[in-house]
């Protein structure tokens, strides 16, 4: 099967990595990561434009798509310590959330089952149901867990009546068995929605989600310490599904639907590239980047930076894994260069 | 059936006219018109937003939304002349096409059946496909004509896998037999699609297509006074599907596919008025607004005041039948006030 | 007297909530707070646009407009726990400042005369003047204090030859007595206004204002302990004012005169809801947004994330009351769901 | 009395032209042409903004601000050719419409009463009033004929309980004499306001307006030579006065109340320059431009080109009238330079 | 030599047609058509940004980017039916006006060496003096005419002390002899610029300049015609430059220098394909593109259909000239087909 | 020599300061700082636009431009307290990056010479090797140290073949001697530029570069205490160079090439007044404001403020040193009065 590109403008890869095809293995016989794009916005209840999301996360910088990205922070070049691959977007029709994700669902699982960790360039949070599904498809159900970074529970049932929908992901992958309840990781989680009865049905399955009242009065340091020792639990590793909105609208604006009062985005950035270090990272995704309501691209910067940092952790975590060492956070950047 | 209202922001009415359900004939016994939001995008091939239309072209105006809007031009009040009344939005989840044209259709039918004529606001234009089949439904297969304006004609087959899109609800209806193919006009057509293979079927098909180069070397008049005696042509009455993309991008930037080239807003406006004053016009859509690209709110003022023309043609028209009056455009505007 | 409704727009309620008429008290005998839109910016100093304020505070949201915030933090639904309307618009012609606040004024002190708490939705801030003068009027010259979130003092006195503005509603508050110097509380100051005189006026009235670098230095919640101490000495309760400029213009770039340096989104609604819920409230506004400068409606998504968390804070005060329980800001979300 | 300067922003001159005060007439004795800025918003309906008119319509430029402007098609340099001065603003406090019109007009008329063409930069139309009032106060009631370019009539009567505002000024001119409604000209009116009884009130006053049907039916050239031949009768000059939204919204999007269906910004600029050119100007009014509503100030560019071929038409009128030559539109650029 | 590339974000071509390396001529040995992107703005006298042209007048549409372009009205698909290559950027350090030129051309020169045209994306309009001497270069001194659609003549001498910048490229390429000053068409000028002794220095090399007020009172269509005979008087073919500004800023608002009153967009495009199907053209500019003063990508869609005007024009005169038929714009799109 | 005045627009001075010529000494003899404008962008590698920062960065306040800045903070007026003058912009023509900083660093050397503080106001960073040579020149090479607060190290050598531009002038000011390696202190550094060797060559300098997660980690206030010992090590004084990008692009969107996960606003207004309070400056810059590409003018406001806080800063040091007094930033704002 050909590679099929882009869905939207012209065939680049993020940063420019080299092109591979979920399906055909022997492209990416070496990859550590495979990214796919997801440029789907069918299942949003409110502001669209999404779809573009994978063209501009991938395309938005100004350093060149040199297929390289030293972290000054963590000392290693993640696009070149690993080997990443772009497989181009998975064709997703808005139009038919159905059988868009479930061909979504079969590429990611594609690649999951080659050991290489695929990472997902959404498109809408609808995408987060196949992402970890099709993770779970390969290292089995309930042996993967979720962090999950959102202002929204997206833990939904039947809306506008579908199963299908950026508000529903989570709990279809719960109620599946793909990811267990009790293994699933929230954090930033605010303002009025879901619903007291979708929160008891959330009890139930024995999530646990961090406010951020309570992130605020806690800290995040502690509540991110708390959540990794749940989710490496009896699980081989976690899926870690980013909503752009965790951020607060003044950091990322560029979204569908806005909550005022969320992280900023050193916190994101400094959280995820945290998570990617410390835990085995089975999959990740990155969502609800919607370009017509960005403004001067910050939000497509944010999130191509947030793809960068969950590398960047990956990376120095095998380099560390590898040689011993140990990230200081405190260590000069000149230091010992 | 209850009245299901807006599916995006408050339940509010186009310009303040009176508010039915749909579903209840009863709330709309005497109606001349029934207006009927469509906030679909999910047929789409390239930029969202349309499902804000229906919101969007309701609400903008700087007048006050009282339900009165005497034309300058024509000397009626059309919103009072004639007995116009909103229905809402019919709920249409842009992650599921196929159910969504279906439900719109079904409302569509419905007004139709009581004599009414709807106008629909849209939403892409994959919304004309049940738009114009549901005036067929009722008054006869064929017996419709289709005056359409649009950049582009929209007589694709499959897209992305499926037949529902909004770069195909023409040829749905005429391989549906709802519209006969030798009584579908097209104003206003440019650029470079479709492709060869596509215009020889609808060269079959005997469609009448007026592409810009024509328009500009003939004269928008007399294209329009060949095209209207065509849709008479043993036909009932005209179906008026209005694509804001027929205008130039300068003019109406707020649109999911915009083609340069395109008429001037005061073109599409005189055409607009003038193909509802001299036919009888039996459903009419107006589509393709996407608010997220709009500046100054300028392309819903345009969609906003191409329902008032058409509504305004339509009154003049009722009252010179019956008053044996003609209207005439070089009369000053305070003549005989 | 017919409910006036919207002076822009459609007639709307704040998400949702039940109309009511404010001079007529029958129209919301059991409401404990009625919500009211100042549509006014004639007397802003700088850039207009406020008085399209209450239209976006009202409507800009991505959940429906269905009278209901639970509310995750604190878990009451203020719109349901509590009786709140919406009494629509006061008519404010924006080139008459005198007439519109006295207007404005005699609204409040109608609604605050029947025992509900008034919340205006600015506009500009020359409607504090009214808002407290309005509850002053009712509860008693120098009964009510005053917490003032703002970027600026507000303690002008004649500016371009008017006593009414953007700049000076505080001064008038304090000169007519309606609201004690000394029991007049800002947070948030910083910038380079008023200059030294004007600060002068402001500490012979013995005010106290929490400048940017002092808050800094000691932090928001010290700070908003001691102000709230004041604020309760000799006093009924508080009118919580909240000039939206008090953010950072990151996070609030829809405003007039915007300061950088300011709070950022999350401490304004963490401050708000802890104001409303230590502290009995008798009246509230939330002005200074202007949508023309904002982008995506992330000011607006603020503002009104700040009306939802007075009232929540305002619902949870009284559940506490009622029930003898306490808010505890550590909980799990989903403890005891 | 000491030179105002700018309300808004630095003390700068329209292009660079030479400062006056206009109450210190012997600071411009030489004036052919002074200029002055009404930064008043206050009376709009709707979207305000136009208070920065002023400083945009002088600065938006990219030729330097050099005090020349050799016009290619009438080759005359306004600047350098007549005597122009900028008197700075007047200052209107928008939150007081009847003090700042009062005020306007004293300035107005002042630089009238030296024989000067006054020329005010608005502002919102409610400028209109003082602009031709203080101009009639000079050479007489009844002895000024208006040519007013807009897409509304302007001649509402109580609005906002108030009779000043930017739908009103036509009114108020020709209820107190100022201008005789007989030779008051309108060229542009569209859409659906004002309402049969006020166009009643305009056709009593024997008004005439040239809808956007009639000059499209007719052609804009031949209704401006009627016009023209109306303005002359019995008059010794005319106020031109030039509200932006007479062209359409994708030529102007920078303003307050856009009208769809408009003339092109090509047809403006030649028929202010015709009109400059052929009648003897005694005033001229542009307003109604909205920075805040802009995009890449496209608007501003405009306002600023309208002035320019206005004071270009001047120029070339005195020149001709000086040299007994004749200005012929169909001249090479570069014939005989 | 190794093919650069694209100087800002990735390596695409234009609409997907084949890459190829200039300096390699064996890469496009069979070329009708070779592109070049000339990614410089540190010639512009005001607004920067056109070093973003290249990249989006390749990049924005709503088509895939498949290497096809079948026009609707000249019946060719000119990237299939003419062999187009782009051959990516020239690096161009906007801080080095000199070096960039000189680069440019030897890019051009060494393109049009092999017999293609030579057709580059601006840039700022600076680079018009590399590409059309790089063709000169090639066909002879003065054996080139221009043709010109600008706002401006861009026939200054010295500015801020360099002969190179956007608003000198003409003086240059006369005063080199690279075009004859009396084979020197303009179209489209207007407003306050240049001077009195530039304009001069135009008249004594006997260019011909068409400012807008002739091109309205003689006809667009007239002007062209007189113009294209003078191109081909002694001449072997035209260099076409298009100034994006040569379009009301309605049309073009993303651009660094606009002047109020230009062409619609259907005019240059019409004129455009007129030239390029009438006359021999030897090589092709599209500059002063400036994305981050666009909205809605309108500009940039606008420029790239200029490109596919000029390529499909040129296609439709070869075809023609192959089959001995003709192009007849009044020919309906169906028929034939 | 007579002063430039502006590039870009009117002659306007910052805030209302006096204005004076850089090149006549005898015009600001008495002063203590010098403002110049450097509206160069030619030097920057990606966004463009940073040329219209003096403008924007002079005239951006809703305070009016009067030459009085009353800090609440400090309680001192910095144009009032200190001699403040504005010297207009120096010609710097962007497509010449040598001549432009060559100019540049003569304007600044000259202002230095006379003992006032040079305050430069970018422009694009590039600037910033003749803004500090310029001071060094004069106080002698090594003598000044560098405060540099940025996203982005500025160290690369040759980029697109020149040595000058927006991402070197660190490098040469080093290799020049300028300025010592081991007293130029950066703050704010992060994200994946530039690569390993780089870093090697800045480390070999000894320089001290603080990277974001070093910041968070130890706290930006102990980073500042540390920087600030060295930066007085056998040293006469700093200079102060602010690159906007230095805070998070949600409060800074306006810039060139934004880095997510910067500092807040309020973070860099503190650190600039607490540098400016704590240490002798000798030199400023404020640079990489890209108006284009900024939002509601909210990064013209911030650098418009950071230029305040450097100025407050240096009044209150000098008003203590004069009066023996300290400023307490703890002190409530009306303390005193």
């Known amino acids: 099967m050909a590679r099929y590109g882009a869905q939207f403008g012209p065939d680049i890869t993020f940063m420019g990595v080299d092109a591979c095809d979920w399906a055909d293995a022997g492209s990416y016989s070496d990859a550590d990561v495979v990214i796919l794009g ?3 916005d069918g299942g949003t209840s409110h502001r669209p434009g999404t779809r573009f999301g994978p063209q501009y996360i991938r395309q938005t910088d100004y350093n060149p798509p040199d297929g390289s990205r030293p972290s000054l922070a963590m000392r290693v070049d993640a696009l070149r310590d ?4 772009d497989a181009g977007d998975v ?38 149901w196949p992402d970890a599904a099709g993770v779970a498809q390969h290292v089995g159900a309930g042996r993967v867990s979720m962090i999950h970074f959102d202002a929204h529970a997206d833990t939904g049932d039947v809306e506008h009546g579908s199963l299908v929908g950026h508000g529903q992901p989570m709990r279809r992958l719960i109620e599946s068995g793909a990811v267990r309840g009790d293994r699933f990781l929230q954090i930033g989680l605010r303002g009025y929605w879901p619903p ?23 800290g995040l340091d502690e509540c991110l310490t708390e959540a990794s020792g749940i989710a490496m639990d009896e699980c081989d590793g976690v899926f870690l599904s980013v ?21 900023t985005a050193r916190q994101l950035l400094d959280s995820v590239r945290r998570i990617a270090y410390e835990l085995p990272v089975l999959g990740v995704d990155v969502v609800e980047v919607s370009p017509p309501y960005d403004h001067a691209e910050i939000t497509s910067y944010l999130a191509n930076r947030v ?22 956070p405190r260590q000069p950047l000149l230091d010992g260069r």
């Not at 690993?82 to 691959?85: E, G, I, M, P, Q």
């Not at 793809?307 to 894994?321: C, M, N, S, Y």
Request: glycine share 10%.
């Open 38 to 40: 997801a440029p789907f």
């Open 196 to 218: 007291p009865e979708i929160l008891s049905w959330m009890a139930r399955q024995r999530m646990r989600s961090y406010e951020m009242t309570e992130i605020g009065a806690r």
């Open 243 to 263: 909503d752009i909105d965790v951020c607060d609208p003044g950091h990322a604006p560029g979204t569908g639907t806005p909550e005022p009062g969320g992280l």
């Open 82 to 85: 690993l080997r990443v691959y």
């Open 307 to 328: 793809v960068l940092e969950a590398l960047t952790g990956i990376a120095r975590r095998r380099k560390d894994a590898r040689d011993g060492t140990t990230w200081d």
């Open 91 to 128: 064709e997703m029709f808005s139009g038919d959330a159905e059988r868009s994700v479930r061909d979504l669902q079969t590429a990611v699982h594609a690649v999951a089952s080659t050991g290489a960790i695929p990472l997902i360039l959404g498109g809408d949070h609808t995408v987060a």
